[in-house]
């Protein structure tokens, strides 16, 4: 069986690059059926911004997809082979997010430094909690303190940080420093 691009491949990359080298496309489905054999893939910095259209990668189970602006993982829900999966630096928010790619139980290896998610409290506890097949989180080795319960102190901490949050971003509409400047003079 032979592509468009010449026989099947297994590997594929496009990373972010200078001027006429820049690999840059808005979604996955740019590349169509030409992905049904890569197992590995590098797609960083190439300005993607949603992950639709992977599910033709059926044989994946490397994705490096670092510097772009994913939001939602939920279309790795069904990728039963991914072992190894970097986000870092793009724009996962949420712990619900994360709970897209619980279920990938042979995923070993996740990343997602540089992610809005990874200034929460008790982040990496939270996620390896939601993840508990994962060996590493963000390059580190995941521990049993990693897979440490929250506790009721703990998570009153962690509601009372997103309130403030929340708080925050409020003022922020609002046009509001929380010393009373107006956002704009």
């Not at 996955?28 to 911004?49: A, E, N, Q």
């Not at 599910?55 to 069904?78: G, H, M, W």
Request: proline share 4%; charged share 30%; with cysteine.
């Amino acid at each position: 069986v032979t592509t468009a691009l010449g026989p099947p491949f297994s590997r594929l990359l496009l990373n972010e690059g200078k001027g006429e080298w820049r690999s840059e496309m808005s979604s996955l489905r740019d590349l169509g059926r030409v992905l049904s054999t890569v197992r590995i893939l590098w797609l960083s910095g190439c300005g993607i911004s949603d992950l639709d259209g992977i599910e033709v990668c059926e044989q994946l189970t490397e994705l490096y997809i670092s510097f772009n602006a994913i939001k939602d993982l939920s279309p790795l829900f069904r990728h039963s082979s991914l072992e190894v999966l970097d986000l870092d630096h793009n724009k996962i928010n949420s712990l619900q997010t994360v709970e897209f790619i619980s279920s990938i139980r042979t995923l070993r290896s996740l990343s997602l430094e540089g992610n809005p998610i990874c200034f929460r409290m008790y982040y990496r506890r939270m996620v390896c909690l939601r993840t508990p097949h994962i060996h590493w989180l963000d390059n580190r080795k995941v521990t049993e303190k990693d897979r440490e319960p929250v506790t009721e102190k703990e998570e009153k901490l962690l509601n009372q940080d997103m309130k403030r949050a929340a708080e925050a971003v409020e003022r922020l509409r609002e046009g509001i420093f929380p010393g009373g400047d107006a956002l704009f003079s």
